[in-house]
């Protein structure tokens, strides 16, 4: 199996634009988190989705960010407009469901200007 | 918020030593994990420990928990130059949601 797939790997952005980050689960797993690693606040949950549907949303620090699973094998993670304080590395992770273990992918690193 | 405090922030040792690392928390929980982290890449699944379980090993891991003083340790034994990385506990609730801890540096001398 690929294992989780995010993409892009590397994303410079000015302030005021559009981010979208993209991930692709392991087949068959029916649960997805999105996750940001920064230096100050460590590993923070976002969102995460059941069976395409989002179950806990409580993690997005504001408006300006929003999720969506269209299907089971693609999430994406919007940010609009970016700002630099959201420059961090967002980690998606899939999992089955009724599992604790999660599958991390290698990260989309967002610098924001 | 962080769930789990990891001590230390730092280790360095010498290869072929053992490596401890532990984890506190403050509410109860249905498990435990711990996760690999090598610089610039995904967390790695280590090992799980249920709350009902005390001691689990899987190779030169060894982890303990003590649901009492809300804290666990994992132990790498015989450490390698590959296992320099940063390690995270994660404390489960059953319901699929995870809460990372801060994470130890953990730096194999060779």
């Known amino acids: 199996d690929a294992g989780v797939i995010q993409s892009p790997r590397h994303e410079v952005t000015e302030m005021g634009q559009e981010v979208t980050l993209r991930c692709k689960p392991i087949?068959?797993?029916?649960?997805l988190f999105w996750y940001r690693q920064t230096m100050m606040r460590g590993l923070e949950l976002l969102i995460y989705?059941?069976?395409?549907?989002?179950?806990?949303d409580s993690g997005m620090p504001e408006d300006r960010f929003s999720a969506k699973m269209p299907n089971a094998s693609f999430s994406t993670l919007k940010i609009q407009p970016s700002e630099p304080r959201d420059s961090a590395v967002y980690f998606c992770?899939?999992?089955?469901?009724?599992?604790?273990?999660?599958?991390f992918g290698p990260g989309t690193r967002l610098t924001v200007l | 918020s962080q769930q789990g405090e990891e001590d230390p922030q730092a280790l360095s040792i010498q290869e072929g030593e053992n490596a401890t690392m532990n984890c506190s928390y403050k509410?109860?929980?249905?498990?435990l994990q711990w996760y690999r982290q090598n610089s610039g890449r995904g967390l790695v699944h280590l090992i799980l420990?249920?709350?009902?379980?005390r001691e689990k090993h899987s190779g030169r891991l060894r982890v303990t928990l003590d649901t009492s003083k809300k804290s666990s340790s994992l132990l790498i034994t015989a450490s390698r130059a590959a296992d320099t990385a940063s390690y995270f506990c994660?404390?489960?609730?059953?319901?699929?949601?995870?809460?990372f801890g801060t994470g130890t540096r953990l730096t194999i001398i060779p």
């Open positions: 992770a899939s999992s089955t469901s009724g599992t604790d273990t999660q599958y």
């Open positions: 087949s068959g797993h029916n649960s």
């Open positions: 994660a404390t489960g609730f059953g319901n699929e949601k995870l809460t």
């Open positions: 989705f059941n069976n395409n549907v989002p179950i806990d």
């Open positions: 509410t109860s929980i249905n498990n």
């Open positions: 420990i249920r709350s009902n379980e």
